[in-house]
């Protein structure tokens, strides 16, 4: 069974920076994309960034510039590092992963951005 476990997440005040992690297991072949999507209540859940097992990122563009994806393969392990935060990143950030055209979430983790 594919499970994504994440952590990092918290309360951050504006400007600053956190860096999430999300570790898969039970897998037995690299994920073909790993990524985070962030949703806030009343709203969709939407991609933040992603990345493949070749290092191709993609980002929203109200993130580009200010966060960075990064995955360690051996590992199945994707990092979200989250610099210049604004308030209206607020949001409960999922970890995504994809294998063989399955999509797999983590359970969430709350990043909190506030004075």
């Known amino acids: 069974q594919v499970q994504l476990v994440e952590s990092g997440g918290g309360l951050v005040q504006p400007g600053g920076s956190v860096r999430l992690s999300c570790a898969a297991s039970g897998v037995f072949y690299e994920l073909d994309s790993m990524g985070w999507y962030r949703q806030t209540p009343g709203k969709q859940r939407d991609l933040v960034a992603s990345i493949t097992s070749g290092g191709s990122t993609n980002y929203a563009d109200s993130v580009t510039d200010r966060f960075t994806i990064s995955r360690d393969n051996a590992k199945n392990t994707v990092y979200l590092q989250m610099n210049s935060l604004k308030t209206e990143d607020t949001a409960v950030y999922y970890c995504?992963?994809?294998?063989?055209?399955?999509?797999?979430w983590g359970q969430g983790t709350q990043v909190t951005v506030s004075s």
């Open positions: 995504n992963g994809i294998l063989f055209g399955v999509h797999y």
